[in-house]
């Protein structure tokens, strides 16, 4: 079991002050059926809906040890064998204390104790090396020259104007890589707190984070509003393909951009029930701004016993105020050492 709640760990930041209060529950709206028959071409049994539909409802989880790119020690190396990949989940602890800056590196106790869960210290099903599939290096496709400029524009992190900071820091985004969990594409946090609820009724399906508590509602059917109608998790609408959940999700605000992504990043999902424990999900991402390709991840989600705990954070908390009188006694410290003390 996890102990804390509102922990954050984003920019290399660990704040574990909060108090560990179990959120309520979403009502599940569906009771789950029995699996019915199908035909052959889709024989495995899933949990449904009342419906008829596969059943995504429940607590989950996508964390994992296998990053999203493929590291370049494994380059043309998409899966591991048993033995490599034991010993790349034995180092993922130590991996991960390394990404944290000295000045807030925690332990490896602290870091396992709270924050990890068992999944996140594990590579996915089949060993594979990357979460991105397409292109088959595991790799982001190049980025264009405008995407460059267009981070280069941005305004650089100063503890003189608050809207600099981080979504994370400023408690308005759970914010993976420039986005929030919830937000396509999901793709987890190295850090752990990998937590969702899935809550699905005849007409929308709500995905909830733990982290920043995100709620990102799926439309069943319907169309985008214009695209100067702009959303912090975009606009997401889905349709069935079978026992497919397809969702494409548009009109996203620049304010919010995954690894550099502009507005006009547009992003598929695929959501499937292979057994009852899991659920297959892939995304394949596109932004004509960005990247000279799109490119596809494959990041299962598999169910958990983990309660979803409050994340007690919001924007003007103590957090962000004490960081800026920290700044400010850092320039007084600063002069004060420049005049000799006077």
Known sequence: MRFVAGARIGSGVVSAALTAVACGAVPVLFAQQPARSLPPATSVAVPRT??????????????????????????????????????FEKGSLGRLLEDIPEADRVTAADLNDIYLDTHSLKLVDGRRTSLIVDPPDGRLPLPLPQAKSRSAARPKRSFDDPETLTLDERCLLSTVDGTSNASPPMVPNQYAQNFYEIVQTRGQLMIYTEVVHDARVIRIGGTHPPPTVQFWLGDSVGHWEGDTLVVDTTNFTPKS??????????????????????????????????????????????????????????????????????ARAEEKEKAAHKTGGR
Not at 62 to 87: I, S, V
Not at 262 to 286: C, K, M, Q, W
């Open 50 to 87: 009342p419906d008829g539909h596969p059943d995504f409802q429940g607590l989950w989880t996508n964390g994992t040890a296998t990053p999203l790119l493929r590291p370049q020690e494994f380059a043309n190396k998409p899966t591991l064998t048993p033995e490599e990949a034991a010993a």
């Open 257 to 326: 951009h995954f690894r550099g992504s502009s507005e006009r990043l547009h992003v598929v999902e695929r959501f499937t029930r292979p057994d009852a424990n899991t659920i297959g999900y892939r995304a394949t991402v596109d932004d004509p701004d960005t990247w000279a390709r799109s490119w596809t991840a494959d990041i299962p989600f598999k169910r958990s016993t983990d309660r979803i705990f409050e994340y007690a954070c919001h924007e003007g908390n103590y957090s962000l105020e004490n960081g800026m009188r920290g």
